[in-house]
């Protein structure tokens, strides 16, 4: 298995306070991405980086903000969390390379509920 | 742009009959990739499978085989004799080539397979 640990892996928070999910890696990639997983939407891109201090956004990324400083460390964060936030989010690493043509493997997610 | 449509939401099976979970995608690259993914009721996302663009030849793994037609912009998985450890949410995905490399995959939105002992 890909050495992909995120952290927490389950957290409740309420609306407005700000939360910070850790995804750390011991496979050296250089591409890391972070996903919401809802019902009936299956995954989706929030922010994805390729390398250190740099990241770009995805298809959801409004709401969240992504960095890293260091190779093996994602992080995301919702300033102000909200009830739509709500999801379950996993960490992906594909290899450097060929980061089109890798499968990405998944970390084991975190169930984040806002109230 | 991209998009990957699994039209079955859900899926129900008897034990040891075979089910075909339907992938179709879009795209305008000519060098694209596509991959199967499985989610257990455990959660995790074990990769299953990547095929290229340029590789139409269809892939058995035991009991799982797949089949992509460019014809009909297909990529559907068959799962021969299935058992109740089959039962997961399978997700397929589209990767395209011809992104600056920093483009990550567009999944569909999942079938459910239950299979029922």
């Known amino acids: 298995d890909a050495g992909i640990t995120q952290s927490p892996r389950h957290k409740v928070t309420e609306t407005g306070t700000p939360v910070t999910l850790r995804c750390h890696q011991t496979e050296n990639h250089r591409y890391m991405y972070w996903y919401r997983q809802d019902p009936g939407h299956g995954l989706r891109l929030i922010h994805y980086?390729?390398?250190?201090?740099?990241?770009d956004k995805g298809e959801v990324s409004d709401g969240y903000s992504v960095s890293r400083s260091k190779t093996e460390d994602f992080l995301l964060t919702l300033e102000s969390a909200t009830s739509s936030q709500t999801s379950v989010y996993f960490c992906a690493i594909s290899e450097s390379r060929t980061p089109n043509m890798s499968p990405q493997h998944f970390g084991d997610g975190t169930r984040l509920s806002i109230l | 742009a991209q998009k990957v449509t699994q039209a079955q939401t859900e899926i129900s099976v008897v034990e040891k009959e075979d089910v075909t979970l339907d992938c179709v995608y879009e795209t305008r690259d000519t060098t694209y990739y596509l991959f199967w993914y499985k989610q257990p009721p455990s959660g995790e996302l074990v990769f299953l499978i990547r095929r290229n663009s340029f590789d139409e030849q269809n892939e058995i793994s035991g009991r799982y085989s797949w089949n992509f037609q460019k014809s009909t912009s297909s990529f559907n998985f068959t799962i021969t004799a299935s058992q109740v450890v089959d039962s997961a949410v399978y997700f397929c995905a589209l990767s395209e080539a011809s992104n600056s490399g920093n483009t990550p995959l567009v999944f569909g939105k999942g079938t459910r397979l239950s299979v029922i002992a």
């Open positions: 980086s390729y390398g250190v201090k740099d990241t």
